[in-house]
Structure formats: structure tokens, C-alpha cells
């Protein structure tokens, strides 16, 4: 089983729609968990951090399931403009080191 | 502005050289890594440095060769041992060891002629 897995996609979404991502891990002592969005040939930037409590910026909520070991990202109302690949990184601490993976990314298209 | 650096955006080399990619961050930053993209495909950790003058090997770290001598920089070296070397190369740094996300440079896309 590979440590973090996510549905490459891609998932083309009409304007407006609500669309979904989950990305599960395989560590269960995984500590930090964040959403990275990746337009094509540029670098990752970092969407949103994801905490246990769920988290909210905008149109994107983050959540964290530790018992299923699975986090979501959830897009309101989709815009052209979110059109891109979506990462999802699992960070686990171990021996004064951090082990850090990044899934292989959902594709977004939104389409007009 | 605070960041990373990288340079060139894009290199072209011939089979059988080495090549260094520069990556520079101004963010006062300890850690550092370095990661590899291929085309559709996730972000693989070649290597990884927590502090200066120490680094450590990622998951595909053969081939490559890193030095962290000064904190702010942390060049990486694809040497001819690298058999498929074409990808896009990606330097990233955090601020402190627990919890904090990676800032990324803009890149390095390296093609093997």
C-alpha cells in the first residue's frame, strides 16, 4: 500500500459545482497534514493546513479523520481559476526527523 | 521579498555530465529539501538537510549529490550516475522542524539532450 494515496483525476467540474478530494495515509502516527494546489510547469503552493477540528478558508474546508486515516478538501462553488492539481502532504515525525510525502495529485478542471 | 531562489529555470545537458542546480532561500530557514517531479506524477524527496554541514538521502537519492556549507543555500548535483535525469527539480525549505509547511522554489526543469 503506498503511503498517501489520492485519486489522480482528473475531476472537470462545471462552474459553481462543489467537488471533493480525499487523500488517504498509511501511517497512523502521521502528525501534520496540508492541501497544496500545483498549476501546470509551476511549482506547489501551499492551499491549507489541515487540523483535527476541520478548518475553513473561503470555499475550501480541510478536515482530518484519524480513525479512517483519510483528509478531504472540499471546494465550494467552483471557479475557472481553481482549475489544478491538488496535492495533499503527510508529514511524520520520527527520531528528530520529519518524513515528509507528497501524494501524486487530483486534477481539477473546471469547466464553463 | 523573502523566498527561494532557483537557477537556471531551464537547463540542457548532455549525456554524460554532471550538473549543479542552485537553490538559495532568504527566509533564514533551517531545513531544506530537494524533490524531483516527473510528468504526472507526485513529488519524490532525493535528499533533505536539517541543519548546516548535515543531509540526509531521500527515497531516490542515487545520482545526486548535495552540500549545505552556508545555511541560505543548498545546491544539488545530478551527476552522469543518474540514468534518466530529465525532470522537474524542486527546492523547498521550512522554518521549524514540527508543523510547518514547505515554501517552494519555482523550479528547475532539467532536459538530457
Known amino acids: 500500500r503506498k503511503e498517501v494515496e489520492q485519486d489522480p483525476g482528473p475531476f472537470n467540474v462545471p462552474e459553481g459545482a462543489t467537488v471533493a478530494f480525499n487523500c488517504t495515509y498509511s501511517?497512523?502516527?502521521?502528525?501534520?497534514f496540508f492541501w497544496y494546489r500545483q498549476d501546470c510547469r509551476k511549482e506547489p503552493k501551499l492551499l491549507m493546513s489541515v487540523y483535527s477540528s476541520g478548518n475553513e478558508d473561503g470555499r475550501f474546508t480541510a478536515q482530518l479523520n484519524r480513525a479512517s486515516q483519510y483528509i478531504s478538501l472540499l471546494i465550494r462553488d467552483s471557479k475557472l481559476s481553481d482549475s489544478a492539481t491538488y496535492l495533499c502532504?503527510?508529514?511524520?515525525?520520527?527520531?528528530?526527523?520529519?518524513?515528509?510525502?507528497f501524494g501524486t495529485g487530483t486534477k481539477l478542471q473546471v469547466i464553463p | 521579498d523573502g523566498g527561494i531562489t532557483q537557477s537556471p529555470k531551464y537547463l540542457f545537458r548532455k549525456e554524460g555530465q554532471n550538473v549543479t542546480l542552485s537553490c538559495e532561500q532568504n527566509?533564514?530557514?533551517?531545513?531544506m529539501y530537494w524533490y524531483r517531479q516527473d510528468p504526472g506524477q507526485g513529488l519524490r524527496l532525493i535528499y533533505y538537510?536539517?541543519?548546516?554541514?548535515?543531509?540526509q538521502k531521500g527515497d531516490i537519492a542515487e545520482g545526486y549529490s548535495v552540500s549545505r556549507e552556508k545555511k541560505e543555500s543548498f545546491p544539488l548535483t545530478v551527476t552522469s550516475a543518474q540514468k534518466n535525469p530529465t525532470a522537474f527539480y524542486l527546492c523547498?525549505?521550512?522554518?521549524?522542524?514540527?508543523?510547518?509547511?514547505?515554501?517552494f522554489g519555482p523550479g528547475t526543469r532539467l532536459t538530457v539532450l
Open positions: 523547498a525549505s521550512t522554518g521549524e522542524l514540527l508543523g510547518n509547511e514547505q515554501f
Open positions: 538537510s536539517q541543519i548546516v554541514n548535515d543531509f
Open positions: 502532504v503527510v508529514i511524520l515525525y520520527s527520531g528528530g526527523y520529519q518524513k515528509v510525502t
Open positions: 527566509l533564514n530557514h533551517d531545513a
Open positions: 501511517n497512523s502516527a502521521s502528525q501534520s
